[in-house]
């Protein structure tokens, strides 16, 4: 935990716990429902692994986290106190979309952005069976450029190496014009009349892809002229 304010202020007392580097966006992490370490990993691609186990330890001494074991299974769930964050990390949000519009080159990360998609999929508005969209970045580096979401009725996941199945759409865009849609700064129509986003299959997948994903709640977040 970080150093005392030395305040009765329950305002202060709180940013004690909260306000060490990448903890809040650990709770964000939890609060999306990503309880694995690996998983959490992903979430935070930019995170030390070490650093992560330290915070992870601090949230659940502080009795935010509780660490579930289960044979091999390590899984870290939120507490009550854990869930009531919610609130303060989604009022975070949406401030952060009204008042802070201005995203630089190193904020587009397509790791993570996709890592965020593949946990947005509306699986009952996808064909039944197996169904694979490609995603291509042509403006980042070639290691980054190519990623896949594999969506089943179970599961759906998320791979940085061609996962072998046959691919039902590809989406081509450039990775600030994708954010950009992700944080509903600009519609998909929009960005596809505007050729940002180009989306290649057959007729009836193109014009159903949006509608496989449910954009984040602070993506309908007005914002200031």
Same mark, same amino acid.
């Given at each position: 935990?970080?150093s005392s304010?030395?305040?009765f202020c329950p305002?202060?007392?709180a940013?004690?716990?909260?306000d060490e580097?990448?903890?809040?966006l650990?709770?964000r992490?939890?609060?999306?429902?990503t309880?694995?370490f690996n998983e959490?990993r992903r979430?935070?691609?930019r995170?030390?692994? #070490?650093?992560l186990s330290?915070?992870?330890?601090?949230l #659940?001494a502080?009795?935010?986290?509780?660490r579930?074991?289960?044979d091999n299974?390590?899984?870290?769930?939120l507490t009550?106190?854990?869930?009531?964050?919610r609130?303060?990390?989604e009022?975070l949000a949406?401030w952060?979309i009204?008042?802070?519009?201005?995203?630089?080159?190193e904020?587009?990360d397509?790791k993570?952005?996709?890592?965020d998609?593949?946990r947005?999929?509306?699986? #009952?508005?996808v064909?039944?069976g197996r169904?694979?969209i490609?995603f291509?970045?042509?403006?980042?580096?070639?290691?980054?450029?190519?990623?896949w979401?594999v969506i #089943?009725r179970d599961?759906?996941?998320?791979?940085?190496?061609?996962?072998g199945?046959?691919?039902a759409?590809t989406?081509?865009?450039?990775v600030r014009s994708?954010?950009e849609v992700?944080r509903?700064?600009?519609?998909?129509s929009?960005?596809?009349?505007a050729?940002?986003?180009?989306?290649r299959?057959?007729?009836?997948?193109?014009?159903?892809?949006p509608g496989w994903?449910t954009?984040?709640?602070?993506?309908?977040?007005?914002?200031p002229?």
């Open positions: 935990m970080g304010y030395h305040q305002v202060a007392k940013v004690e716990l909260l580097r990448w903890t809040l650990v709770i992490e939890l609060v999306c429902g309880e694995r959490l979430g935070l691609p995170m030390s692994p #070490t650093l330290r915070r992870l330890h601090q #659940t502080a009795g935010i986290v509780e579930h074991v289960k299974d390590v899984r870290y769930v009550q106190a854990g869930h009531e964050l609130p303060v990390v009022a949406a952060g009204r008042w802070i519009g201005e995203l630089g080159d904020d587009l397509p993570l952005l996709l890592w998609m593949h947005n999929v509306d699986q #009952t508005a064909p039944d169904t694979v490609e291509q970045f042509p403006d980042v580096p070639p290691s980054s450029r190519r990623w979401i #089943t599961e759906v996941d998320v791979c940085d190496t061609d996962p199945h046959a691919v759409v989406v081509i865009a450039g994708m954010v992700w509903g700064d600009l519609s998909w929009d960005a596809l009349r050729q940002a986003v180009e989306v299959g057959p007729e009836a997948l193109r014009r159903a892809v994903f954009l984040p709640a602070w993506a309908a977040v007005s914002r002229a």
